[in-house]
Nanobody
Framework: QVQLVESGGGLVQPGGSLRLSCTAS????????MGWHRQAPGKQRELVAT???????NYADSVKGRFTISRDNAKNTVSLQMNSLKPEDTAVYYC????????????????WGQGTQVTVSS
């Protein structure tokens, strides 16, 4: 019921910045929680940052103070501003949406985007 398309990944040097964006096929104001997870090679997927429909944010300890999640309801977009990037931030980053109201019905599923690669290397 929800399609998510990410953009903005790429190669950046340590200390650099990148901004990821995720556009949803539905109004993001109808989505309970939107966020970003990441998965590095050989590791489990982990939470990076989330934001509720009410604007409450949550960050992994490893990215606090460096990453900022934001949402633009008018554009149905959630973004992740990543500053002071480190090699250990290298991963595929996935946008996701948890819980959505569509046509008066509530769907409690989690929806995932296709992922975008972020590589931090000199």
């Amino acid at each position: 019921q929800v399609q998510l398309v990410e953009s903005g990944g790429g190669l950046v040097q340590p200390g650099g910045s990148l901004r990821l964006s995720c556009t949803a096929s539905v109004s993001i104001s109808s989505i309970n929680v939107m966020g970003w997870h990441r998965q590095a090679p050989g590791k489990q997927r982990e939470l990076v940052a989330t934001m509720t429909s009410g604007g409450v944010t949550n960050y992994a300890d490893s990215v606090k103070g460096r990453f900022t999640i934001s949402r633009d309801n008018a554009k149905n977009t959630v973004s992740l501003q990543m500053n002071s990037l480190k090699p250990e931030d290298t991963a595929v980053y996935y946008c996701n949406a948890l819980g959505v109201y569509i046509g008066g019905s509530y769907y409690s599923s989690r929806y995932w985007g296709q992922g975008t690669q972020v590589t931090v290397s000199s």
